[in-house]
């Protein structure tokens, strides 16, 4: 009878877990909660595990460059850009954005491309922070 | 008994009921702490247990509609009851007025008493009118069958050293714990008491349905089976009851192979009370190193066994164990 | 094998799923037992139609990778590779060697990925949660791995038709040695925790057995396949992308054990055989590694134009960690969307394997039978037919007389132009 994992199991138990506890090492009492607190300054989040540099995360976008070819809005796969005709620029919904990238690629005028931010749930699907305009 | 007896035990029992709960609980906790830490994982905070218990109580107690409602409600109720009365017949640390029936009943008593719990799940499990809780109570049958033998064996093998001894009542667990058993015994039978301590270590978690013995529940085949129609109240209650029973049979083993108390030991000699505290601190301390070994241990190192391969676990091979546990004991006396 | 059966007077009748613990999607088998033992097993998919391939027909050709890519939730190259090796194939487009070499690399760290999460799940499944932590636990290094070269944990948007979208550089090379030395030392270990252990093989040898004979029958592929001994791989028999430079060879569970006996067992071992060979071929991949352009035709509005010229159908196949994977597409000119596009799931053509396997062994094994030819139910389901409020299922007659009807139809409309 052989029970190969035992001894790592007895081992880790002198080890530090594996887990990152990220946002808190412990499910607060409320989530929204612990995320004002946050903002107010009065908590602070564990770090998440660091993201790599070319992480392809939260949209960013030169409106002022941007000369409202649509070419984006095309390639587009979830659909996330809305076309603005009387001013022929574009909006982006971060949150339905899938972060492909495929926009940053076709731009004539490379104003678009993709940060590393990705820390960007939010409980409005239609947050300010959630909306790329400029 | 006279009425004043009665009410004594009456309180004390519930005195208990409580203690042990409270306890069971924070076992429960320790547990998943522990076993969160061996797999790399943070785990919960010690008190989950506690809050997954408050949580259920106010949660809604769905009774199915082809269930039988008073067996189905009436079990959970006599689980916890009759995990908490054997524990009224465990002597603890030597205190004095524990355990609160002394002298009322023997270790055959409490192996029938173990039993109660399980039926009662096995009659809810069946009251309950669906297939996978119908599943999980034929299981469970057959588990509780199955570590009947080495547990058997065990406790036969304890009264027969303490009867060739010529001590009275050999069945009674004061007996044991004024005796530690290692000490009546010689080498070989020295063996067979370690084979015993193993087989023992590993009735356990067939007693409380643990991975690799948790055929009747196994969550990933039959969702939970005796409990999966389970909610609320009810669930709470069978929660508690095990939580119960953890401290039940860790008791049981302690009281079995590991009766000292640290006063004994360190010859120490301090007042009544703190005598009482340290050696419930150092009881304590066992039931833990006891649990760690034999439920939390072995339920993280391996995969659950079929119902069969539970069977044949307990008779063939903790069962050859057990047996020749006892023979080694027996043999002993003839060195 | 021996059983304790809880004597019934008869057999009776219960059903697994679609919810169920056992089960991580939604699928149903319906099962007729006797006291723990299957005396017959039947399954019912179809309960996760999404209409996918709707979505696809209604996007242009580059829209449509990564909705291909968003099939599965583990296979992030499997199904945009199969998409857009058809498409390569309608538009008669070259893709440069670099590329293939790339497209590979993401490939053997997607099985790597997949096994892993696939150990861990079967482990689960035994109740074995342990190993579960451990198989995830060192999965998390191919995943930061395979975030660190294409940008994403899951969804890797690395392919596009015509060649991949990120090069992996030579100073990247270091990080993924780094990786590959990790799993070596992983893969000892993991294979001692999996194959070693007692109760892994009390519970998984002779379990779930599809002969060599049934799997000729019934045409599984990938693992499932080859843990019965069958030799088949897509990447073996028609090598495509980096696969034709590389010494590959089909694994089957006797380079271990030395025999083949189709189990449970044998489909642990097969996929950590696997992962130690998809090491080893990415460090042959990334040692013969050519330069050279990532596209052939790196503008993306080109593309779309030519795409919208390109007519015709093909098939693009691939070998995902589950099995082969087919896609067929149809082009026609002067359409941005496919006019035809029809995914086959490497599971499709496992399910039907269940069956043996499952028959005359206990309920306590079905978790792990339906996990050991890792199940990906909601990229298969492709059809839910239900009418007026009930479900139905097809027969090949019905079938066959409603494909000769829209064949009618689709001749009539053409003659009419
Ligand atoms: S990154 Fe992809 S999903 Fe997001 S806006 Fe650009 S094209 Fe659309
Ligand atoms: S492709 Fe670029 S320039 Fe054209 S509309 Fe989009 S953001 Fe503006």
């Known amino acids: ?134 | 008994m006279s009425v004043n007896e009665i009410l004594l035990a009456a309180g004390g029992a519930l005195i208990m009921a409580f203690f042990s709960m409270v306890g069971g609980l924070w076992f429960a906790g320790i547990d998943r702490v522990l076993a969160a830490r061996m797999q790399a994982r943070i785990g919960p905070p010690v008190r989950q247990p506690f809050l997954d218990i408050a949580k259920l109580m106010i949660k809604q107690n769905v009774v199915p509609a082809n269930a039988i409602p008073w067996l189905f409600n009436g079990a959970p109720v006599v689980a916890l009851a009759s995990a908490v009365t054997i524990l009224l017949y465990i002597p603890m640390a030597g205190i004095p007025g524990l355990p609160i029936l002394q002298g009322h009943g023997d270790l055959v008593l409490i192996m029938y008493l173990l039993i109660l719990p399980a039926l009662a799940m096995v009659a809810g499990g069946l009251a309950a009118g669906s297939p996978y809780a119908t599943i999980g109570a034929q299981r469970e049958m057959v588990t509780m069958i199955a570590y009947e033998l080495p547990l058997a064996a065990t406790i036969i093998a304890f009264a027969w050293k303490f009867a060739s001894l010529g001590i009275e009542h050999p069945f009674s667990l004061a007996t044991v714990a004024a005796q530690p058993v290692w000490t009546l015994v010689g080498p070989v039978g020295f063996m067979g008491l370690l084979l015993l301590l193993v087989t023992m270590l590993l009735v356990v978690p067939g007693e409380l349905g643990r991975i690799p013995f948790d055929a009747p529940e196994a969550e990933t085949e039959i969702a939970g089976g005796l409990l999966v129609e389970y909610s609320g109240r009810n669930l709470a209650l069978f929660t508690l009851s095990l939580a119960v029973k953890t401290i039940v049979v860790t008791s049981l083993i302690v009281g079995l192979f590991f009766p000292w108390n640290l006063t004994d030991i360190l010859a120490v000699a301090c007042c009544a009370t703190t005598a009482a505290m340290i050696n419930l601190a150092f009881f304590i301390l066992k039931l833990l190193v006891v649990m760690f070994f034999s439920v939390t241990l072995v339920r993280i190192s391996v995969a659950r066994f079929r119902i069969n391969q539970v069977v044949d676990v307990y008779w063939k091979i903790l069962g050859v164990l057990a047996l020749l546990g006892m023979f080694l004991v027996m043999a002993d006396a003839l060195f | 094998m021996k059983t304790i059966e809880v004597k019934k007077p008869s057999g009776y009748f219960t059903q697994i799923g679609p919810a169920h613990p056992a089960l991580k999607e939604p699928v149903m088998f319906n099962l007729d037992v006797e006291g723990e033992r299957i005396i017959k097993a039947d399954f019912a998919p179809g309960m996760s139609h999404r209409g996918i391939e709707w979505m696809g027909l209604r996007r242009n050709c580059i829209q449509v990778i990564y909705l291909a890519e968003r099939i599965c939730g583990i296979c992030g190259i499997t199904h945009s590779i199969s998409f857009v090796r058809a498409v390569e194939q309608i538009a008669q487009i070259q893709v440069p060697v670099r590329a293939h070499y790339i497209r590979s690399i993401v490939g053997e760290l997607e099985r790597i990925h997949s096994h892993l999460l696939w150990a861990g799940v079967a482990a689960h499944e035994l109740g074995f949660d342990s190993a579960f932590y451990l198989a995830w636990r060192v999965r998390e290094n191919v995943m930061d791995l395979v975030e660190y070269l294409t940008g994403n944990r899951v969804h890797y948007a690395m392919i596009q038709i015509g060649g991949v979208r990120r090069d992996i550089t030579r100073e990247q090379f270091p990080r993924i040695e780094e990786s590959m030395k990790f799993f070596d030392n992983a893969y000892d270990q993991l294979a001692r925790v999996f194959l070693d252990d007692t109760t892994v093989q009390m519970r998984c040898r002779d379990c779930g057995v599809l002969t060599y004979e049934e799997a000729r029958q019934l045409c599984p592929v990938g693992p499932t396949a080859r843990a019965s001994g069958i030799k088949k791989d897509v990447r073996v028999d028609h090598p495509y992308a980096g696969y034709a430079d590389l010494d590959i060879e089909y694994m089957t569970p006797d380079r271990l054990t030395g025999e083949v006996r189709g189990d449970v067992y044998d489909r642990i071992v097969v996929r950590l055989l696997e992962v130690k060979q998809s090491i080893a071929l990415v460090r042959q991949l990334l040692e013969q590694m050519p330069d050279g352009p990532l596209l052939a035709i790196p503008k993306p509005a080109v593309l779309l134009a030519k795409l919208k010229g390109a007519a015709g159908e093909a098939v693009g196949r691939h070998e995902a960690p589950r099995g082969e994977v087919m896609h067929y597409v149809r082009l026609e000119a002067g359409k941005d969307e496919p006019v035809s596009w029809k995914v086959k799931a490497s599971s499709y053509s496992n399910y039907l394997s269940w069956i043996p396997m499952m028959e005359g062994e206990q309920i306590a094994d079905i978790p792990i039978i339906a996990a050991s030819i890792d199940p990906c139910i909601s990229c298969t389901d492709r059809v839910a037919l239900v009418q007026d409020g009930n479900r139905r299922v097809l027969t090949k007659a019905e079938l066959h007389r409603l494909s000769v009807e829209k064949t009618r139809r689709i001749q009539a409309s053409l003659s009419a132009r």
Do not use: W
């Open chain 1, 1 to 134: 009878m052989t029970f190969p994992i035992v001894p790592d199991l007895l081992s880790s138990l002198f080890k530090k877990p594996n887990t990152n506890p990220f946002p808190a090492p412990q499910l607060p009492p409320t989530v929204t909660g612990l995320l004002d607190e946050v903002n107010q300054g009065k908590a602070e989040l564990n770090p998440p595990v660091p993201a790599p540099e070319r992480l392809r995360g939260k949209m960013t976008y030169n409106r002022e460059t941007c000369i409202g070819c649509n070419l984006c809005i095309k390639v587009c796969p979830a659909h996330a850009i809305e076309a603005i005709p009387a001013v022929k620029k574009v909006r982006f919904y971060v949150s339905q954005c899938i972060q492909c990238g495929q926009c940053t690629e076709i731009c004539p005028k490379q104003c678009l491309a993709l940060s590393g931010e990705f820390l960007n749930a939010s409980h409005d699907r239609y947050d300010r922070s959630l909306i790329v305009e400029r």
